[in-house]
């Protein structure tokens, strides 16, 4: 299939088209409300369902419900309507129903503004609501892996009954890129739908599907299992990209736009004659901490760059155990760093070692 130019949220939502979503509830709010918008014109035209809801507390509602009768569902938001989200991300994790959800993230904390930014990195790896769970965390650096990050996200779901979240910012949610999008996937028949789903108790036992346990020793059950659950996602699921790691011995790590930005910097550093490499998770749950270890015996210091003030820097340094200097550097507000920005930062760190 031939390339085609794509805005980054037109994209994400055509691409969640193709991968089969039968339904998506949401609330506009910028940098994201290009994925509504699409949404809003193209289900329709296919038969199937788009809602825009009162609010996010109300789409994350109707989400989970239609996550319980099976439905291939999702929905989108950006920053501030995400932590509207959470008591509704919390029930959806404890009743194991696989669901997708979009953070296209802006500048914080509060309303902020409508910038680029990574500051929602904690809130979307540490739990993304209260208990004990996570959800699965995919950061794409640009439209054509935004594309396929969405189609795994709805893999990932379903095939562990849990929350894949996409995080990106309103650079990658704005730009427009040459991608191509995958084949179109049939949408799942009524009668196709997995076995747990609440469907009408017609000739089978009752389904019963709640986050309400009464009782410590019934709760706890729940979380072992969700725990063994999470200890299998982590062995299996754990996504990163490398560049130029070979030889290197400084080693750059950074997500999303910014690990697009450091890839100019990892060839401007190699052209002044440091060895840097760079390190770009993919997964930022499950995190790649085992690799980063082992790259930790190889450099001499890690610099951690990020569009906060030290979210995902707090994992590398636990990754690293103190075998080498980790380092941070980061703009916020809705700021983006750039090269020339970096490549001091980098130098300090090479004297420093």
């Known amino acids: 299939m ?37 949404f809003s014109k193209r289900l329709p035209e296919l038969g199937r369902v788009f809602l825009q809801a009162e609010s996010e507390v109300a789409s994350i509602n109707m989400v ?20 509207l989200m959470q008591e509704g991300l919390s029930y959806i994790a404890c009743s194991e129903v696989p669901v997708v959800v979009i953070n296209i993230m802006r500048g914080g904390p509060g309303l902020g503004n409508v910038q680029p930014s990574q500051g929602d990195y904690f809130q979307a790896v540490k739990m993304a609501g209260h208990g004990d769970f996570h959800p699965i965390v995919l950061a794409p650096a640009n439209v054509q892996e ?14 562990y009954r849990t929350i894949a979240m996409v995080v990106a910012d309103g650079a990658i949610g704005q730009m427009m890129e040459p991608a191509e999008m995958p ?37 706890e059950r729940v979380n072992l299992r969700l725990q063994a659950k999470l200890k299998e996602i982590a062995a299996n ?13 400084l080693l750059l790590v950074a997500f999303g736009t910014v690990g697009r930005v450091c890839q100019t910097v990892v060839r401007e550093a190699r052209k002044a004659g440091m060895k840097v490499g760079l390190l ?9 901490s085992g690799r980063i270890a082992e790259l930790a015996e190889q450099v001499r210091g890690v610099l951690t760059v990020e569009m906060n003030a030290g979210q995902m820097v707090e994992d590398v340094r636990l990754a690293v155990e103190g075998r080498c200097p980790v380092r941070f550097y980061g703009r916020m507000g809705g700021v983006i760093p750039l090269p020339d920005e970096i490549l001091p930062e980098l130098e300090k760190l090479d004297k420093e070692c």
Not at 200 to 217: D, M
Not at 237 to 249: C, F, G, H, N, P
């Open 280 to 288: 770009r998770p993919v997964t930022l749950w499950p995190f790649p």
């Open 146 to 159: 935004a594309i396929d990050y969405v189609v795994l996200a709805f893999d990932l779901a379903e095939k």
């Open 183 to 219: 084949p179109m996937r049939p949408v799942r028949p009524p009668e196709e739908r997995p076995d747990w789903a609440l469907t009408g108790a017609q000739g089978r036992e009752p389904n019963i599907i709640t986050s309400l346990y009464l009782g410590a020793e019934n709760l």
């Open 237 to 249: 699921e754990v996504r990163w990209k490398e560049y130029s790691t070979e030889d290197a011995d």
């Open 2 to 38: 031939a390339k085609e130019l794509w805005e980054g949220n037109a994209a994400i939502a055509e691409a969640a088209i193709r991968a089969g979503v039968e339904a998506f509830f949401g609330y506009p709010i910028t940098p994201q409300t290009e994925v509504l918008e699409h």
């Open 64 to 83: 989970y419900g239609a996550a319980c009768a099976g439905a291939r569902v999702m929905t989108s938001s950006s920053s501030p309507g995400i932590s």
